[in-house]
């Protein structure tokens, strides 16, 4: 809940507030600043000067610190009254910024960090129409359904987020399952857990930075949750699609060309299994396929090659939050805390 606080050096732009331990530091007027505002917001060391209009139309927290009269001899700045938040200056930055200048209504792609304020703070502060515009972004990139997943599958890269710290946008599948467990987002968590599952050496050790650095590694809860995930998915995946295989191998009543089909049933075995296992059971056909160098297989083996591959991907689809330690996709339910 925000609280209003004494800041010394009333009327100024530039004043000083103490830290925790007593000290004194520089307190410093941020870009945000609109002559005609009617408030400022000091978060950490930065001040905003907004407008309590703005903020009381989109959320009923602001509303109702605002419905409560300001103490009389409390200090000002350029006649406005003070609202100290104990948010992040960058946060606080970024959640007005969406607010003003409704960033978040374009289809560009807009930074993870942003996206993040506009959910924590939309979720605390009560705004819902951020808080929901941040998460259709998280749910585009991290989808809930099968079909949609297969459009992201489609472009391979991130259109709705950006991270510029990170080469590759790395940090934007990381970044963003930290915040789900932040805000209780459930809905994204088992792609985003999927697509962690790709890449063991970033979970365990942080994705590599272009200064040959490495990021902060994930929290060890969502390492295990991720690698304890990672093995059943490859179970599951082998279950599915052993029996199909194995018939890709000359053996399949109708196949035309058994000589090939098994030289090609025999690759593909190694290169699913050996010398370790591929995650791929959500990979598309035409993916899998191309990548896998089933083109010579003839007729019969391609059309139940195919048939059974849709029928493991679905079940492995269905039960997929379940290798997280997640409910059914029908029960995860987002901001319930």
């Known amino acids: 809940m925000p609280k209003r606080r004494r800041v010394d050096g009333a009327d100024s732009l530039h004043s000083d507030g103490p830290t925790a331990d007593g000290d004194q530091i520089a307190v410093t007027r941020s870009d945000i600043w609109f002559d005609d505002g009617s408030l400022v917001i000091q978060a950490e060391n930065a001040q905003f000067k907004v407008h309590k209009g703005v903020l009381t139309r989109h959320s009923s927290v602001f509303a109702d610190v605002f419905a409560m009269p300001h103490p009389e001899g409390e ?16 946060d606080i930055n970024n959640f007005l910024l969406a607010l003003y200048d409704r960033c978040s209504h374009t289809k560009d792609a807009i930074p993870l960090a942003v996206i993040a304020a506009m959910i924590r703070m939309g979720k605390k502060y009560d705004v819902p129409t951020l808080r929901d515009e941040g998460f259709a972004r998280l749910n585009w990139e991290f ?4 079909e949609s997943w297969d459009i992201q599958e489609a472009d391979e890269s991130y259109t709705r987020i950006t991270d ?64 304890m995930g990672r093995e059943k998915l490859l179970d599951a995946q082998g279950e599915a699609y052993a029996e199909w295989v194995d018939c890709v191998g000359g053996t399949m009543a109708g196949c035309v060309t058994p000589q090939s089909c098994k030289a090609i049933g025999a690759n593909l075995q190694y290169d699913l299994w050996r010398p370790k296992p591929i995650v791929r059971g959500l990979d598309r056909w035409s993916e899998f396929s191309a990548d896998m160098e089933l083109s010579g297989l003839c007729g019969p083996c391609t059309e139940y090659g195919k048939q059974w591959y849709k029928v493991g991907r679905e079940g492995i689809w269905r039960v997929l939050p379940s290798f997280f330690g997640l409910p059914p996709w029908d029960e995860l339910k987002n901001f319930e805390n």
């Open 164 to 227: 510029n710290s990170s080469p590759r946008n790395h940090g934007v599948l990381f970044g963003t399952v930290e915040l789900a467990h932040q805000c209780d987002i459930k809905t994204v968590l088992p792609t985003a857990y999927y697509n962690c599952c790709h890449d063991l050496d970033g979970l365990l050790y942080g994705y590599e930075l272009d200064d040959g650095t490495r990021s902060k590694p994930l929290s060890h809860d969502i390492q295990r949750l991720s690698v």
């Open 75 to 90: 200090p000002t700045i350029e006649g406005c009254p003070v609202l100290q938040l104990q948010d992040s200056a960058e």
């Open 143 to 146: 989808p809930n359904t099968l």
